[in-house]
């Protein structure tokens, strides 16, 4: 099975600030990978897909990069409703897993 | 637009047995992969199956050991997940999720989330 794990756990940042979030996979996923935003009671919501496509609606301030086995999810410029629980996800072997997650609050 | 709807909360007690639907409306149910994926509290999500929808044929997570069934009923746009020989660390927020066109294997859609609580 793939172990994902995310850095930081935590990451405090403000409004209009650039947050940078990342995901490490235990062996190559080459780019099967996304990443969702969760926010509290409500389920995840596909922000990007494999690995730099953003996902249908999803704003320009979000994107994606990287491949193997680093990836990196950049958020542009935080907007009050980007507080929220950040989660990457591999297809490319099954089990599909996800990260812990990384919060990113005020 | 598209609406995954599954059922209701269920409170069941260890080695008893939970089936959860989950009903599609807003798009060709039969075109697209649905997956099931858990949430227990404070853990990560975690999956454990999909099912295309079309034709039937179904891929489990081994983590689960055979304990759980995903199934289809076309006419009524529904997908199924029943999980079998319940314990107490199953006590989750179950989702249904649809795979995501082309890949299906990523979740663009997905229900309200149905709580299972497994307790004596």
């Known amino acids: 099975e793939i172990v994902l794990t995310q850095s930081p756990a935590t990451l405090s940042l403000s409004p209009g600030e650039r947050a940078t979030l990342s995901c490490r996979a235990s062996?190559?996923?080459?780019?099967?990978l996304a990443w969702y935003q969760q926010k509290p009671g409500q389920a995840p919501r596909l922000l990007i897909y494999?690995?730099?496509n953003r996902a249908t609606g999803i704003p320009a301030r979000f994107s994606g990069s990287g491949s193997g086995t680093d990836f990196t999810l950049t958020i542009s410029s935080l907007e009050p409703e980007d507080f929220a629980v950040y989660y990457c996800?591999?297809?490319?072997?099954?089990?599909?897993?996800f990260g812990p997650g990384t919060k990113v609050d005020i | 637009q598209v609406q995954l709807v599954q059922s209701g909360a269920e409170v069941k007690k260890p080695g008893a047995s939970v089936k959860v639907s989950c009903r599609a409306s807003g798009y060709t149910f039969t075109s697209y992969n649905m997956h099931w994926v858990r949430q227990a509290p404070g853990q990560r999500l975690e999956w454990m199956g999909r099912i295309n929808a079309g034709n039937g044929n179904t891929k489990y997570s081994q983590n689960f050991q055979g304990r759980v069934t995903i199934s289809r009923d076309t006419s009524a746009s529904s997908a199924f997940m029943e999980l079998n020989s319940l314990r107490s660390e199953d006590t989750a927020v179950y989702y249904c999720?649809?795979?995501?066109?082309?890949?299906?294997?990523?979740?663009?859609?997905w229900g309200q989330g149905t709580l299972v609580t497994v307790c004596s």
């Open positions: 062996q190559s996923v080459s780019n099967y």
């Open positions: 999720a649809r795979g995501h066109y082309p890949s299906g294997d990523y979740f663009d859609y």
């Open positions: 996800q591999q297809r490319s072997n099954w089990p599909f897993t």
């Open positions: 494999d690995a730099s």
